[in-house]
C-alpha cells in the first residue's frame, strides 16, 4: 500500500529536514554513492531509529551535503539500478524484514538538482533487519545493533511499549466499508493483506485499537458547532462517529463550507490553517481520555479543543516547530492516506498563514486539552475600517494603542499580560496604551484587574 507524495511536499519536508541537525538516528544525508547493501543497511538503521525516537519514519537523502545541509544533487539514478538481475527496489524490499512499506522518490528540487528520497516506516513489533542482521546508528555512523545491548534494550522497550493505539482491541469482529471507500477515493491500494502494513495487529494477529479507531465500529465522536453568537446559541451543530478516516472527511467537508469568503475574496480563515489545525486535532488527540475533539465556530474566531496534553514536548519547542507523537502509527495511516503530506510542518503552516493579518492564531495547551483558536480575519477586516472611520472624524491614537483597542474589540476579558503576549510589546508600552484609550474614552475598565472586563465605548 503506498500513496505517492507530491514533488512540492517532498521538497518542503527536505527543506524542513536540512534546516535541523542531521546527527539524528533517523535521518541520514548522502552526498554520493553508496553501495546497495548499505542503502539496506541503512533503511534497518532509520527504522529502527526512528521507532527509539518515536518517530513515524526515518528518511535516507541523497543529494545533501551530510556537514553544511547544502543541496547538491545526486546522479544516483535508483530505477535503473540492479543488484544481479533484480532491481534495486525489489530486492531491498525482500530483504528487509519486516515488509515495513519504504518507499522511494526521485525530487526534482531544482534546475540541475535532482534527489533520491527514501521514506522508511518505523520500525513495528520486532527491529527492522537486512539480510537478517539489524542495524542502528549511533552518532554519524551504522553499527550492528548487537553490538550496542544499552541501545538493543531500549529498543526493544519502545517496541514492547504498549500506547493505546497498540492495545488489543476488545471488538475483534471490525469491518472497513468507510475506510475502502476513502482508500479508492484517494487511489489507495486497500485490503485484508494490508492490515499487517497499516499495523493493524499485534503479534499474535488480533485487531489492535488503531484498527478499531479506522473501522465502521468506532465509538470515539467528533462534535461540531456553529453559533450566531458568542452566547454559543446554535445555528448548527453535529456529531460524526464511524471509522475516523471517514469522521475526518466528512469535517473537512464541513469546515470549508463554513470558512467563508468576504466580498474582497479573503478567506474567513486563511491559507491551510483551518486544515491543519483540523488534521492536527486528529492526529495527535488522546483516545484514552474521555473526552471528544470539539470543533466551534463562533462569529469572530473557530476553537479547535482535542483531548490530550501536549505529549513530551514543550510549547516553545512546539511552536519552534518541533513534534512528539502520542500516536506515530495513527500519524502513519494518515499519512499513507495524503491527510498528512508533511508532518513536521503542520503548526507552523497555520502560523504562517496569519503572517500578513494583525491578528495571530492561539495555541493553549491544558493538563487534558490542546486547543487551537483560529481568528476570523474578515471580521477583523470589517472592524479595522470601523475604527479608521471612527479614528478619522474623533481622536487619533498611536499605532500600539489601534492594535491594543482591536484585540479588546475581539476579546473584552484580555489582561495586561495577554496583551503584553499578542502585541510583543513591553509592559510600561502596554500600560501607556491602556491609558490612552480610557483616557480619550474608547474603553473603560469594569470590575477588578483580574477578574473584571474591559468595556468598548467607541
Known sequence: MQYMLTNKSLIELVDVLCKGNSKKNWLKFKRGFIS????????????????????????????????????????????????????????????????????IYEVKYAALKRLVFVEIPAAFNQPTSFHGVEYIRIGSYRQELRKHPEVEKKLWYSLGHISWEQEVSPNQNLHFKFLSLIAESKGVAFSEDKFVTLRFLDNNGRF????YLMSDENS??????VYRNNNMDFAFKKEFTGSWISILEQVLVYVNIYNDTSEAAIK????????????????????????????????????IGSPGSLYRITMKNVLEGGQSFRNPNLVYVLNKFNFIENYATGLKKIL???????????????DNFFIVSLPNVNKVENLNNTLKEKLSKN?????????????IKNNVNLLINDLIILTGKSRPTITRALAELTKKEFI???????????KVIK
Request: hydrophobic share 35%; glycine share 8%.
Open 36 to 103: 546497495n547493501k548499505d542503502i539496506g543497511k541503512d533503511i534497518s538503521a532509520l527504522s529502527n531509529g526512528a521507532c527509539l525516537c518515536g518517530k513515524p519514519f526515518g528518511y535516507l537523502i541523497f543529494g545533501v551535503d551530510d556537514k553544511t545541509h547544502e543541496i547538491k544533487g545526486t546522479t544516483f539514478d535508483y530505477k535503473n539500478q540492479k543488484q544481479g538481475n533484480e532491481e534495486l527496489e525489489n530486492w531491498l524490499n525482500r530483504l528487509v524484514s519486516p515488509k515495513i512499506g519504504f518507499s
Open 208 to 211: 489492535n485499537n488503531l484498527a
Open 268 to 303: 474567513s480563515y486563511p491559507g491551510p490553517s483551518l486544515r491543519e489545525a483540523v488534521v492536527n486535532a486528529f492526529a495527535h488527540f488522546d483516545a484514552s481520555f474521555p473526552s471528544d475533539i470539539k470543533i466551534e465556530f463562533y462569529p469572530d474566531r473557530v476553537e
Open 352 to 366: 504562517f498563514a496569519y503572517n500578513t493579518y494583525s491578528v495571530k492564531p492561539k495555541i493553549e495547551t491544558t
Open 220 to 225: 470515539h465522536v467528533v462534535k461540531f458547532a
Open 395 to 407: 481622536d487619533t491614537l498611536s499605532d500600539v494603542s489601534m492594535k491594543v483597542l482591536e484585540l
Open 444 to 454: 473603560a475598565r469594569e470590575g477588578s484587574k483580574k477578574f473584571g472586563h474591559w
